[in-house]
């Protein structure tokens, strides 16, 4: 068996293989269903979406972000299930959470079963912007998440990033539906004090439902000055 930190090498190794630009470990410190509670550690997937396909987006999502949005969330569930098999294979019980699945039995029908972008602050890969996406200092709100569960213990001494938002307000004004409120995100702060999923779902689903059947829109990532190239 590896020890846990050369388990932790050889999963981020395996996975930067794959095509993903970052692998973070964090204690599982979200509310999860009865059946999930036997998991204490979490690992986050992170891919880095194109640039060239992500700055075409202008004042409304494009084709082709829809399909790379789609293909991204693929190469991540596979990931996911690559981490699996490793973990498995070390004799550690692991759990795949889906790149992209809402599900609608918990009261927030903007949700998944466990939260990416929060196991990746725990994981001190970034932070939660204005915008309520996940933010990293290098790749800023350009990428997509996954996370795997795992009963294996894992080293995870980081500390979560606290908000580098400061006074920006592009993603503020950019936003075409009012739906994100302009505060900066603190810790244990709850999703609405921020950002109106509500308002954002609707807008997309009402003017973007033709390219991106309302589930994309990606104008506030765009905007976001981190992780742009020229960082403008
Ligand atoms: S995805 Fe679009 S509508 Fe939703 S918050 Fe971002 S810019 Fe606004
Ligand atoms: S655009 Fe500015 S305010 Fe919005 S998430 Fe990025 S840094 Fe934060």
New binding site residues.
Partial sequence: MLMNDSLTNHLRERLLYEGLCEVGFSRVDQTVPPDLSRYHYAVTLMYRLSDAVVDEIDDSPTYAYFQHYRAANALLDRCALIACELLRREGAAAYPIAASQSVHDRGDRYTGIYQHKSAAVAAGLGWI???A?F?SPVH??RVRLATVLTSRELPCQLLPMESR?GD?????TACPSGAILGRNYVRGMAREEIFDAEKCSQHMKKAFGHIGRGAVCGI?MR????GRKNNS
């Fill in positions: 912007g204005k915008s996406l933010v800023g709100p938002c920006c307000t592009l993603c503020v506030c905007v976001c000055p981190y």
